[in-house]
């Protein structure tokens, strides 16, 4: 049953209507203010980001969909989200969205084709597809069949010519007729592809000099029936992650630097970028845009939840559940299973407090506090009481020896992190759950759908078998086996790292070495790094010293290093953030949060420890210090 929710599925086959129907309007946020400006947009995610399903919901069909239904449920929703955005306007023609897909030849392009035989052969594939696929979306728009020749012969083209050179592409006819060109050089690249010998390169080679589509699209009049068609081409190619990297730098060249009316879209995965340039520091780029979607939710955290909400809750409802994915879960410890284990803890951490601490006239006021408080609630209470525990360990440490008791003058301000770290340290101590409920699982899910819809997947085997198998509709899944189903998905994540990503021995052995240090100092009586520590940070000058091993080739020291950690942060197995601190910016490397559930860390983006690039070497390397934890400030 985990396949309702692969979220592939629905991006890539089912019918339109389908599609726009099960399409959650949040998603639609990500997107920038200027988004439907001309020039280039960059859409980058890990794998799985829901990049394809976003660009999709561009083309002509889904948007016709949300137009026609939008007084309907779900499509209102859509519609007003595209209208907030600006993709559906009163002053402004309709998005023509064309769909280019980086699958289908190209990356078999290249040897043993010299070098300009491969690139003039890439570029008439691509140059062919996005006629193609143009004509395409112009039927779908008008509502003609695309096949039938007569009817397509509605639609002709007239094109300006551009400051460059006219290229291969003829600049008006009919569409028939430009289908049939385009056709026809496709059919000769494939033709080449099946059939390349050293000898390949001929003069029947169908080799183009530029992607002369993109400027053709750009100023390209389209006609039916002899009327102007008012439209705004969207051109999208997704998956540009595929393409070798001479075709994507070719590809980049002709979006970025020749510039048009035009609107392009380009949608790849993180994994793409060259390791020198993901450590370089960022720049501005006055030619193009970049939205990395799980910034842009990480920025979004209450969106991202109603977001990763709304899927969920289709899921169910394709599989015939009607019920609200949060309905199932629990979200709190209290349950009849949990109440005499958190009694247990109640009681435990008051003998502790009520004989140490209490005994003593300083603490003496600040356990009577926490135990006099009216709490109805046993597992609030008990983390109100993990919370003192802390408070006085760390002024224990603070407070040097006096041979006056002091008298009591109340426990430090609190900051945020302390009750989060006392509910940590108390689960942990006590064997209580601790990964439940919606707002937690979508956290778990690092800002990324096909992670959330994976734990969705696990839990759902939970919610499908009490609520179909047994017809027990009422029941609700508890925190203990939510935790549970969520600590063995975690722990399936790390055992697969090494074959998840490139270099994945020595990003295991980082990782796994990363998630201990962060768990020896999480899990300190006095919790110094409230609500715990969950990633390592890297000083300018150090990210710096790794760009440069980068660009110096393999003999430099911290080469692998460096290649190690940006296949990390392209596999959402590191999440890169700069943060300011003092008057410097670090560069800090947040494990994933499933991860960080393997290792019984916090969920949060909590605290973060100054690793050395030596020390992070050794880590990589399996030859961790017996030191090394306590060494780090």
Request: with cysteine; glycine share 6%.
């Amino acid at each position: 049953m985990q396949n309702v929710f692969a979220m592939r599925n629905s991006e890539l086959s089912s019918p339109d209507e389908e599609f726009a129907q099960n399409f959650a309007a949040d998603a639609l946020q990500v997107l920038p203010e200027n988004a439907f400006a001309p020039g280039a947009l960059i859409i980058r995610s890990a794998p799985g980001g829901g990049k394809t399903s976003l660009l999709r919901m561009f083309t002509p069909g889904p948007l016709e969909q949300a137009a026609r239904n939008k007084s309907h449920a779900p499509f209102n929703e859509i519609y007003q989200q595209l209208e907030e955005i600006g993709a559906i306007s009163n002053v402004r023609p309709p998005l023509l969205g064309i769909h280019i897909s980086s699958n289908g030849g190209y990356p078999e392009i290249g040897p043993p084709l010299s070098k300009g035989a491969a690139a003039g052969l890439f570029k008439a594939l691509l140059n062919a597809r996005i006629i193609l696929r143009t004509l395409r979306a112009i039927s779908r728009l008008i509502r003609i069949d695309y096949d039938d020749s007569q009817a397509l012969a509605r639609i002709t083209i007239g094109s300006k010519r551009s400051l460059r050179e006219e290229g291969q592409i003829p600049l008006k006819g009919t569409a028939p007729k430009l289908r049939a060109w385009a056709e026809d050089i496709e059919t000769r690249c494939l033709k080449y592809l099946d059939t390349l010998t050293p000898d390949s390169d001929g003069p029947d080679l169908p080799a183009h000099l530029g992607i002369d589509a993109i400027q053709w699209l750009a100023s390209a009049r389209f006609l039916v029936d002899d009327l102007p068609l008012s439209c705004s081409p969207l051109l999208m190619i997704d998956d540009v992650q595929r393409l070798r990297p001479w075709q994507r730098e070719a590809l980049f060249a002709e979006c970025m630097e020749h510039r048009t009316s035009l609107i392009v879209w380009i949608a790849e995965q993180t994994k793409v970028l060259d390791p020198s340039g993901l450590l370089s520091e960022s720049r501005h780029e006055r030619d193009h845009k970049v939205v990395q979607l799980e910034r842009v939710w990480a920025d979004k955290t209450a969106k991202f939840h109603q977001f990763a909400m709304a899927i969920a809750d289709r899921r169910l409802r394709q599989a015939g559940i009607e019920v609200q994915f949060d309905a199932v879960l629990s979200s709190t410890p209290l349950d009849r299973e949990l109440l005499p284990d958190i009694n247990n803890a109640v009681a435990a951490l008051k003998e502790y407090l009520i004989d140490g601490p209490g005994s003593v006239p300083k603490y003496e006021a600040w356990v009577h506090s926490v135990l006099e408080a009216d709490s109805t609630d046993p597992f609030r209470f008990a983390v109100e009481l993990g919370k003192t525990r802390i408070l006085i360990a760390r002024d224990r440490k603070r407070s040097t020896p006096s041979l006056d008791f002091e008298s009591a003058i109340g426990p430090e301000s609190v900051s945020s992190g302390v009750p989060q770290a006392s509910e940590r340290l108390l689960t942990r101590e006590y064997d209580l759950p601790y990964y439940y409920g919606v707002d937690r699982i979508a956290r778990l899910a690092s800002f990324n759908i096909e992670e959330f819809l994976q734990i969705c997947a696990s839990l759902f085997e939970t919610i499908y078998g009490s609520r179909v198998v047994k017809g027990n509709a009422s029941s609700v899944v508890s925190a203990v086996a939510q935790h549970s189903v969520l600590k063995k998905l975690a722990d399936r994540r790390f055992k697969e790292l090494s074959r998840a990503v490139r270099h994945g021995e020595m990003a295991q052995r980082l990782v796994e070495t990363v998630g201990e240090m962060a768990k020896s100092k999480t899990y300190s009586p006095t919790a110094p790094y409230a609500p715990g520590v969950t990633g390592f940070a890297i000083s300018p000058e150090e990210r710096l010293q790794l760009a440069e091993a980068v660009a110096a080739g393999s003999s430099a020291v911290y080469h692998d290093l460096a290649q190690v950690i940006t296949a990390c942060v392209g596999q959402n197995i590191l999440d890169m953030r700069e943060i300011r601190h003092g008057n410097r910016t670090y560069t800090v490397f947040y494990l994933n949060r499933m991860l960080c559930a393997h290792f019984d860390l916090v969920y949060h983006y909590g605290g973060w420890q100054r690793v050395p690039l030596a020390t992070l070497i050794r880590w990589a390397s399996g030859r961790r210090g017996t030191s090394d934890f306590q060494k780090l400030l």
